[in-house]
């Protein structure tokens, strides 16, 4: 059959007439539905038993919602709007391309803008005029307020640091801040915390030993002696003892004692005992070293020597001490010396942190 | 020999299209990253205007000027003022680096954007 210009002609015209109106159809059938959804009736909100309405211009809240009125205003918006356009004064600088992270901070609990309390920059940074309006006499724009890490400018007082985060983290496990160690040794609260980052390394239990070696590093080594606490394997981190933000107790140990900290996991040894071995209910460090020690266990010198600090004389204590401890032992007719028990006075006196039996004076049963 | 000496040609001509451009992808990564470790990105953006002009502005402005590098490369180690939107000067800061390569690196990404 002979293809002609005519019939390829007609056929393009009639198919694309074809195809023209099937769209106009579709979107005269579109239209109408949305016109429909348009003029359907809804209900005028109501305002809540507060008083305040739940619209603004741009939000309208679907009728039927029950959610809270969270104070939105229709001049101003809802939280989560107030706060991204207070924060555009700084992140319109300080944003994605910044060299430190900034807009990280939107991930932590910091940043939750829909919360009133959540700060915004300048709530910790300060107002910062004069960073913002910049200085034509100055070498360089000045620095904000408040600079938490050094970096273009140098660090602010720890003080004025510290105090950002106290207007919130007042109290509790931070009653003892002013005053301890840490605090008087010109350390804020940035100098450990993470803020603009989701990964609070002090925070999580394995990472938190690294933060506090950055500084301890003597303790660092101790915890790869032969014996320690767990530290390195993962399963206690220092503030299972310790609390940095201070303490009643000495050493920013967690309790008011060394004894009362030990016992809260090594409470078989809180006794009471029959007969006490007073070094052990006065202070554990008086034998022990709790961060790490080659003498297993985490003892600071071996027996007999550590023994023999208190216990002079060819047998240590002359005197027995309790009613039924006298006697002779081990078959001996004498006070038995120490070499002749192999240096090894745990061997008998194993009962060291006191002991229930009433046989046990001399703390070895 | 013919067909030898005509697909010489062709493979010469593809490499002048194509290496100019691996070259220039590998500067535009360093330059970035010196961009962002002296804090150009704050003022400027690579995309919008902020306190500075965008880079894509830059690159317009001196479009076709023979001493656009020289300018800019004096500009960036001078300490020169800049006019900020508000009206204030303010000395440009100065990059952190002497290494005239890597500067120039910088500047060509720059003028190339």
Redesign the interface.
Known sequence: MKFSLRTLLLSVCLTGASLYSAGSMAEATAAMQGEALATSSVPAVQPDAGGASVTSPDLKMPAASKLPDMGETPALGSPAQIRTKRDTVCT???DE???TPVLSLYQTAHGVKADPRTPACQSCHGESLKHL????G????PAPDVVFKKG?YPASDAHLRSEQCETCHKGGNRTHWLGSQHESNQIACNDCHTNHSPVDKVRDRKLQPGVCFTCHKEQQADTHKISTHPIDAGKMACSDCHNPHGSAGPKLLKKNTVVETCYTCHAEKRGPFLFEHQPVTEDCTNCHTPHGSNISPLLKTRPPFMCQECHDGTHASGTPVGPNAGGNQAGLTSNPSANNVGAGCLNCHRQIHGSNSPAGGYLQR | MKVIFKCICAISCLAVLVLPEISQAMDAEAAKILA????C???H??DRE??GPAFHQIAAKYKGNAQAEAKLINHLTS?EPAK?P?G????H?IINTTDKAELKNLVDWILSL
């Open positions: 319109r600088c300080h391309n910044s060299a309006a910049g200085d034509s100055a070498s360089k724009r273009a | 962002k470790h002296n804090n990105l704050l003022c953006g690579t902020k306190v300490g900020f508000d204030h000067t303010q000395p800061m």
